[in-house]
């Protein structure tokens, strides 16, 4: 499977950005898909996760009330929204794809095999 992000940008305080991931190579639906950032000397942490079918879905405490994930597996397609910026959301976001069935394996990166190339998000203040 192969992933492409886009989407990211520079916006201001309480901005908005939306992030999409496009997978190709394989079957988009029976992936679980995740989201992901890295900061500058920071480790990667998950910021929202998406079962194959859509039905479940996780946040990040940081993320709750102003991101929203989707997915549209006739575009093979996963998106967030991403609403009410802040400074510390500035990273490089990244997408990432496996066949994933529990909860807590959707919030691992290391449950991901594969990874899209990351797209840089700046929040100015």
């Known amino acids: 499977v192969q992933l492409q992000a886009s989407g990211g940008g520079t916006v201001q305080t309480e901005g908005s950005l939306r992030l999409a991931c496009v997978a190709s190579?394989?079957?988009?639906?029976?992936?679980?898909m995740g989201w992901f950032r890295q900061a500058p000397g920071k480790e990667r942490t998950v910021v929202a996760a998406?079962?194959?079918?859509?039905?479940?879905?996780y946040y990040a405490d940081s993320a709750k009330g102003r991101f929203t994930i989707s997915r549209d597996n006739a575009r093979n397609t996963v998106y967030l929204q991403m609403n009410s910026l802040k400074p510390e959301d500035t990273a490089v976001y990244y997408c990432?794809?496996?066949?994933?069935?529990?909860?807590?394996?959707?919030?691992?990166?290391?449950?991901?095999?594969?990874w899209g190339q990351g797209t840089l998000v700046t929040v100015s203040s």
């Open positions: 998406i079962s194959k079918s859509g039905d479940r879905t």
């Open positions: 190579g394989g079957i988009f639906s029976n992936y679980s």
């Open positions: 990432a794809a496996d066949r994933i069935t529990t909860a807590q394996a959707m919030v691992r990166p290391t449950s991901y095999g594969y």
